[in-house]
């Protein structure tokens, strides 16, 4: 009798296991060095093309160099007396020390109060500091106080030190609320030790590849990252890598219960699985893409970034999670391992959910749609103004603070005024016209020392004049963005070449741009998503009910956040982008689910006819599909932990959409329509033909 010849099926998932465990070493310590390249000063958040943005390209040419304002700000009980004057004056001497090579030019002379109870200085600081500049701020706040007085370090520059003191835990704190959650879910779901600890080193590898690949290609200056965007697309490739291994870690278990050998149940599990993980993949990377068409800098950075990180989410749940899980076969659901031969076993509460679906598949639809338009039609609730820079960190920032205190003795603009650039022969005429504004504190022209003209008349550059406008509120105010709006058409009645740019301009050119982001990306990505749906379905009629369902789902999810935004956390507002960020994650990651359940239910729908065929894919991945939206929704929680109002706002905007699409849209809604509609679901394919052919035969008998 011959011998057996030893298998060696064993063999290339052990070489695709070494290999990802061979090169994480080495990506871990590339990828450690994408924070070095980030790009977090304030020209990583403004619009590209914009009025301000072409001011401040002019203005170039009215200063040797740009900056960044600094306030120092000292606050006494009444009328500083000539003690306090004295130290004052000898912590500014310290500051400016302190300050060093970071200042640009010269610091302004101390600026006492009219009230006389307050003084403040202003240190121009080079605005491409990156890191330094936090740690600056902190170090001017550890100045030594004056005896009677509350000092304050406030201003632009220490807003935005404060605002990217927010990130500071990306590299260690996000990532360890976000593995610490998904592990916990898979401990609960799968009651084994081993599991869980897979699909989570599945994930970890996903996440270490794609930041090494993020930071060659941003040290290769093909993509822009900042601490928003990396923080962002770490959490998505950990939820995303969760959810196609949890797929296929269901598919794999369900198959070793119908084959003996691992190999061929593992095989059998793969090509069932990959077409909806491929699927799933691309429609959230061509979503995420369309931000490309941003005009928003951080916007576009996010997309490309994104993209990676799914894309290896991808890699990784098709070849090391399925080779680590082939060689430990049954053993790697241990102690409850699915034996050959044993029942199926999906859960009897999705069973009992499909049987009430099948039941009565009008009524659900009817109730499930009217708590959607019901939550939807808050949508327009919602704001999306803009959060003011100082008030943009949860908890409120010295700088914040010191922002209150200057409005106190100060016209509060002083740090930040509007500059308008306008034509030589009119800027008297334009000067009259901005000083008329209501909001407007006063209008001067730039005047620089060993510049042509006599001492006290406006500098000329190229046949332009810059004016100076100092608006009577904060510069990241609404009534100051009003006031720049009304500027703005004040001076361009004068002459249409006049331009208004400074910070408040940004702001307001940044959520105009938002605007008008909205109107172009949020088609493209529906479009991108309903064209991959119908080459996955091949059909018309289920991309188009699919997409009309998740856009549902968002508007449900926006109109609840805006009524909780405001009445329960009181956020002070919402960022412009937030509402184009939380819409292409919620679109491109909800529609997931529905990928995952009506490629199931197409394969249920050949043997068993259209309305058996969803009740029957609904029962089978319901548990696997509410684990992964479970993983989802608490991956992106996890971004609540950074003390940032924009990140606790799309924390609850893409988790509380997901948990909606995973419990209502997914489980009861595209069912029940799926139901109603029968075999027309799948129009135009031949599919719809096959899945009515066990229903006529049924009829004839």
């Not at 010849?5 to 060095?33: K, N, Q, T, Y």
């Not at 879910?185 to 590898?205: D, K, N, Q």
């Not at 005429?429 to 209008?443: L, P, Y």
Request: net charge negative; with cysteine.
């Amino acid at each position: 009798m011959p011998r057996r010849r030893p298998s060696v099926r064993w063999l290339l998932p052990a070489i695709l296991v070494l290999l990802w465990l061979g090169a994480a070493g080495p990506l871990g310590s590339l990828g450690g060095g994408l924070s070095d390249v980030q790009e977090n000063d304030s020209a990583a958040f403004l619009p590209d093309s914009a009025e301000s943005t072409r001011v401040t390209e002019l203005q170039r040419g009215f200063q040797t160099s740009r900056a960044l304002p600094v306030i120092l700000l000292w606050e006494g009980d009444g009328t500083l007396d000539q003690r306090q004057l004295t130290e004052i004056g000898d912590r500014i001497e310290q500051a400016t020390t302190l300050a060093g090579s970071a200042l640009v030019g010269e610091a302004s002379p101390p600026i006492p109060s009219q009230d006389g109870a307050a003084v403040q200085v202003v240190l121009p600081i080079e605005p491409d500091l990156g890191d330094a500049l936090p740690a600056l701020v902190a170090d001017l706040r550890g100045i030594d106080g004056v005896d009677g007085t509350s000092a304050y370090v406030t201003g632009p520059g220490a807003s935005f030190a404060d605002f990217a003191d927010g990130f500071s835990g990306i590299d260690g704190l996000l990532l360890l609320a976000a593995f610490g959650v998904v592990l916990l879910i898979l401990l609960v779901v799968y009651r084994s030790p081993i599991l869980p600890f897979l699909v989570i080193g599945t994930a970890g590898l996903a996440l270490t590849a794609s930041m090494a690949v993020s930071y060659l290609l941003a040290k290769a200056g093909w993509i822009a990252v900042n601490g928003q965007s990396q923080g962002i697309s770490s959490i998505l490739v950990v939820g995303a890598a969760t959810d196609y291994g949890l797929l296929l870690v269901a598919r794999f278990r369900e198959e070793l219960r119908e084959e003996q050998s691992k190999y061929t149940a593992m095989g059998i599990a793969l090509r069932q699985s990959w077409a909806p993980i491929v699927a799933s993949g691309a429609t959230v990377i061509l979503g995420v893409l369309c931000l490309l068409f941003s005009d928003l800098g951080s916007n576009r950075g996010l997309g490309p970034i994104s993209a990676v990180s799914v894309a290896l989410a991808m890699l990784a749940a098709l070849t090391f999670l399925p080779a680590v899980l082939v060689l430990l076969g049954r053993a790697a659901f241990w102690p409850f391992r699915p034996q050959y031969g044993s029942e199926h076993r999906h859960g009897r509460g999705w069973e009992r959910v499909a049987q009430i679906v099948g039941r009565r598949p009008g009524r659900v639809l009817i109730w499930s749609l009217v708590a959607l338009f019901v939550a939807a039609a808050f949508a327009p609730a919602f704001s999306a103004d803009g959060i003011p820079l100082s008030q943009a960190v949860r908890g409120g920032t010295e700088s914040a603070a010191g922002q209150e205190a200057l409005e106190r003795h100060f016209d509060a603009g002083t740090a930040g005024p509007a500059v308008i650039i306008t034509p030589e022969g009119d800027w008297p005429a334009v000067a009259e016209a901005a000083s008329a504004v209501d909001g407007v504190a006063s209008v001067t022209p730039f005047t620089g020392s060993g510049r042509p003209g006599q001492p006290g008349d406006p500098v000329v550059v190229d046949g332009l004049v810059r004016l100076d406008a100092t608006l009577a509120e904060a510069p990241d105010s609404e009534q100051a963005l009003d006031t720049v709006q009304a500027l703005r058409t004040a001076v361009s009645s004068v002459d249409t070449d006049a331009l208004v740019g400074g910070t408040t301009a940004s702001d307001l050119d940044t959520r105009e741009t938002g605007a008008r982001d909205l109107r172009v990306i949020v088609p493209s990505v529906l479009l991108v998503i309903t064209i991959v749906l119908a080459l996955l379905l091949r059909s018309v009629v289920a991309p188009l009910l699919l997409v009309a369902t998740v856009v549902l789902s968002v508007g449900a999810t926006v109109g609840v956040a805006g009524l909780l935004f405001e009445h329960v956390f009181g956020f002070p507002g919402s960022d412009p982008g937030i509402l184009l960020v939380g819409f292409v994650f919620l679109v491109a990651l909800g529609i997931d689910y529905n990928i995952f359940l009506m490629t199931r239910a197409r394969e249920e729908s050949v043997e068993n006819g259209t309305k058996d065929g969803i009740l029957r894919a609904l029962a089978v991945t319901g548990g696997v599909i509410t684990s992964a939206g479970l993983v989802l929704a608490a991956t992106f929680g996890a971004l609540a932990v950074l003390p940032l109002v924009l990140l606790s706002e799309l924390a609850f905007l893409v988790g509380f959409g997901v948990l909606l699409d995973t419990f209502v849209v997914r489980s009861l809604v595209v069912p029940a329509a799926v139901h109603l509609l029968g075999d027309r679901v799948w129009w135009p394919s031949r599919l719809a033909k096959r899945a009515s052919e066990p229903e006529r035969e049924l009829e004839r008998v």
